[in-house]
């Protein structure tokens, strides 16, 4: 079973603005640390296959500069490698 007060302390979140072409944009950012591999880390983020273990179905292009499509939900560009 999941220790959801701990889960939920692990959690970083942060609220700012941000510039883009558009304008002025609030930007929410949520990070957390992970007892893994930054490499593991990021292919659970980016590949297909594991993203809907976690969290949605994507489509779309998850390399770096690719936009992608959570189902039912927002989507993206991917900004950073694991090496940024």
């Not at 883009?20 to 490499?39: E, F, H, K, M, S």
């Not at 949605?56 to 939900?73: A, I």
């Not at 560009?77 to 940024?84: A, G, K, L, N, Q």
């Amino acid at each position: 079973m999941i220790d959801v007060t701990g889960q939920i302390s692990a959690v970083e979140r942060r609220i700012g603005d941000r510039t883009l072409p558009a304008g002025q944009a609030r930007v929410l950012t949520i990070a957390q640390t992970y007892d893994a591999p930054v490499a593991d880390v990021f292919d659970a983020c980016t590949n297909p296959e594991r993203i809907p273990r976690w969290f949605l179905p994507v489509t779309g292009d998850l390399s770096l500069g690719g936009r992608y499509q959570l189902e039912g939900n927002a989507g993206g560009t991917v900004e950073r490698s694991p090496t940024d």
